[in-house]
């Protein structure tokens, strides 16, 4: 019978344990899943066994440990987006693009084994104190992170997600301030189209901007807008697809066609006044000027054109904006003081701001909120429920006004 092995203080040692003369250092030596002799080491037995103990519960677990001690968080996550065959390819684009900019030289470099529910809180936290990242970018790399470390689970590399409960933990605390896009008030709203109708060097902005104004389409939505799209007769707008502009896997900022990725994008939308003139008065002025000659992923007869006979890039349009109300704002103070009256400003804002404005309005005046969901397109009816009751807070506000300039009771 063989001699059992003891360490410095007379303990036997168990089957793969031992213990080095140089240092005293505890080994144990095993064989991982693939069959591949690992080493573990401990400055005492206890602390040893504990570890076995662990090694033991995880491979029965079907845990391949050392792989959860090896891989990182970025291959675990190229190998997440090796498995989405069904993602759009300016959506991958958009998650790659995310991802190597904010987390894959830091964050990402971690041993995904070794990352735990407070070090993902404290990155988030690290990017919104100290980087001054916004809320909704905290929300699109957790949108990554998230399912990358839940296919870690699947996949029997960890144990448990270590990204789940943080957002929650994170949106109740002081740090978190989404910040909320404010519509334009009917007086800012009517100041901007009227000085840009006013105006020689901006007035060629105004059937682009009544239209965006005037339907609630997003931007992508209205740039790939093709005069086959409009029902004259109906008067309706045919949204069936979208055109954007991003940065592709070339490095490239390409123009592209998009399909609504829900069913509730895909719809039809009321041409009011305003929008059917616009769409003729754009019409004449390109029977002068020249129609859009672009090709996009093989459609053409583009409505808006910009100088070139191109497609628009939302950037020029957000920077046109800019331009006019800040122009307007300039003028309007100056005004103002001649007529010894509150100027009124326009604040910043952009394409988006437009969309959200249009519901607002829209809200003001329709009760019935699935009828404003269905024009909008949102997907979720929350959406439309919280710009709602922002419409019917300012109408509330403004109908308490009224009420006390009407009767003198105080």
Known sequence: MAKARKDNKGRALRRGESQRKSDKRYIYQYKDPNGTRRVIYAVDLLELREKEKKIVRDQLDGLDTYVSGKATLNTVFDRYMATKYDLKPQTRVSYKYMYDHFVRDNFGKRYIGDIKYSDVKLYYYHLINEKGFKPVTIDNIHTLLHPTFRMAVRDGIIRVNPSEGVMAEIKRSNSWDRGTRHA?????????????????????WLPLFTVLFGTGCRIGEVIGLRWDDLDYEKRQISINHAVIYRIMENGKAEFHVSTPKTKAGKRTVPMMDAVYQAFRDEYE?????????????????????????????????????????????????????????????????????????????????????????????????????????????????????????KFDIF
């Open 184 to 204: 334009l008030t009917r007086e800012q709203q009517k100041a901007f189209m009227e000085y840009t109708a006013n105006s020689p060097l901006y007035n060629h």
């Open 285 to 405: 002025a390109q029977k002068e000027r020249g129609f859009n000659i672009e090709v996009c992923d093989g459609m053409s007869g583009f409505i808006f054109a910009n100088r070139n006979g191109g497609l628009h890039n939302p950037s020029t349009i957000n920077r046109a904006i800019r331009r006019i109300y800040e122009s307007h704002n300039a003028e309007e103070i100056v005004k103002a003081k001649k007529e010894k009256r509150a100027p009124i400003l326009i604040p910043h804002f952009s394409c988006h701001h437009m969309r959200h404005t249009f519901c607002t309005r829209l809200c003001e005046v329709e009760e019935n909120i699935k009828v404003a969901q269905d024009i909008m397109g949102h997907a979720d009816i929350g959406t439309t429920l919280n710009i709602y009751a922002e419409a019917n807070d300012e109408a509330k506000l403004q109908a308490v006004n009224s009420m006390q300039k």
